[in-house]
């Protein structure tokens, strides 16, 4: 197993910078990817597994999820670890690693709650697809998604303890900037139109 940290951001580099300090530390051996969305942003480079990718215009949460996905598989690794730019994950490396190689590859990892830390394989990837696009910038992506998993007889999606940020700041994105959210209610729509109700409530199955 090859593990790679992904990390998409546009505007708040004061919370990663503080994260990424930290993964250097608990995290010696994981090579990191930034997706950077954000305009000037002082983005904390000292640490030399990391590198990040500093894109003109935001492409929003699934593009940059699919670019962190697209880059990984296509250099090797087998899986990525998704998190939020304003969580901390502060495990063990070890326990890390020990607890994605007890699930099989074909397994969708992902922490109680919300998706702000979720393991995704070259696995579950090439079964299930790359996250719609056109929920954009962000919200239903994941909901998406795992309508996708749940309707693919060949993975699985398992909720795991440990990947629960040891902090948690929520939506601290959209606290900065409410215009990231203007599309809530055209991808809400989105989904219900996709799947035929809101989340929880589909009626179309395939």
Not at 70 to 96: C, K, P, Q, W
Not at 154 to 177: A, F, G, H
Request: proline share 3%; charged share 20%; with cysteine.
């Amino acid at each position: 197993m090859k593990l790679l940290i992904g990390i998409p951001t546009i505007n708040r580099a004061d919370l990663l910078n503080g994260a990424l300090e930290k993964y250097h530390q608990c995290y010696p051996n994981l090579d990191i990817i930034v997706v950077d969305n954000g305009v000037n942003q002082n983005i904390d480079t000292r640490n030399p597994k990391l590198r990040v990718l500093v894109q003109t215009s935001n492409l929003g949460v699934a593009a940059s999820w699919n670019l962190i996905l697209r880059t990984a598989f296509n250099e090797g690794y087998t899986h990525v670890l998704m998190l939020n730019d304003d969580i901390e994950l502060i495990r063990d490396e070890s326990d890390l690693m020990a607890c994605i190689k007890s699930y099989a590859p074909n397994t969708f990892l992902v922490q109680l709650g919300t998706w702000c830390s979720f393991v995704l394989s070259k696995k579950v990837y090439d079964e299930v697809g790359a996250f719609d696009e056109q929920f954009y910038p962000a919200y239903f992506e994941d909901n998406d998604y795992a309508m996708r998993i749940k309707l693919n007889q060949n993975v699985d999606i398992q909720w795991e303890q440990l990947l629960c940020p040891t902090l948690y700041r929520n939506s601290m994105t959209i606290q900065k900037d409410k215009s990231l959210n203007q599309n809530f209610t055209n991808n809400r729509a989105k989904y219900i139109s996709k799947w035929g109700g809101e989340p929880g409530k589909e009626t179309f199955h395939g």
